[in-house]
């Protein structure tokens, strides 16, 4: 088992920047790649970003590359999501999630956090 929590959401304007954090405990944090997606109301889950086991790899939705940086300390057992530029279309709450590949498709990741609400106003 892994737990993920995630924290760093908030209200910032459009133009802003936020850092997401996903702390995990439980089984190796190591062994797993990591991903975060995010769901707007009335939308169906998305991803946004990925990373590998060591972190050495990454991989963006178009509409965050650019703008986005995901990042891990595996010392600490937790993984990042820089968000800069952020826009009122980047509303959702976010979710981080452990999986066993870095994948873009919710169903194969294992755990996931409770997720944390980010809000861009224009």
């Known amino acids: 088992q892994v737990q993920l929590v995630e924290s760093g959401g908030g209200l910032v304007q459009s133009g802003g920047s936020l850092r997401l954090s996903c702390a995990a405990s439980?089984?190796?944090?190591?062994?797993?790649?990591m991903g975060w997606f995010r769901q707007a109301p009335g939308k169906e889950r998305e991803f946004v970003a990925a990373?590998?086991?060591?972190?050495?790899?990454?991989y963006y939705a178009d509409s965050v590359k650019g703008r986005f940086t995901v990042s891990r300390d595996n010392a600490k057992n937790t993984v990042y999501l820089q968000m800069n530029s952020l826009k009122p279309e980047d509303t959702a709450v976010y979710y981080c999630?452990?999986?066993?590949?870095?994948?873009?498709?919710?169903?194969?990741?294992?755990?996931w956090g409770q997720g944390t609400q980010v809000t861009v106003s224009s």
């Open positions: 999630a452990a999986g066993r590949v870095m994948v873009t498709t919710p169903k194969e990741y294992d755990y």
């Open positions: 439980g089984r190796t944090f190591s062994y797993y790649a």
């Open positions: 990373i590998s086991r060591g972190g050495g790899s990454t």
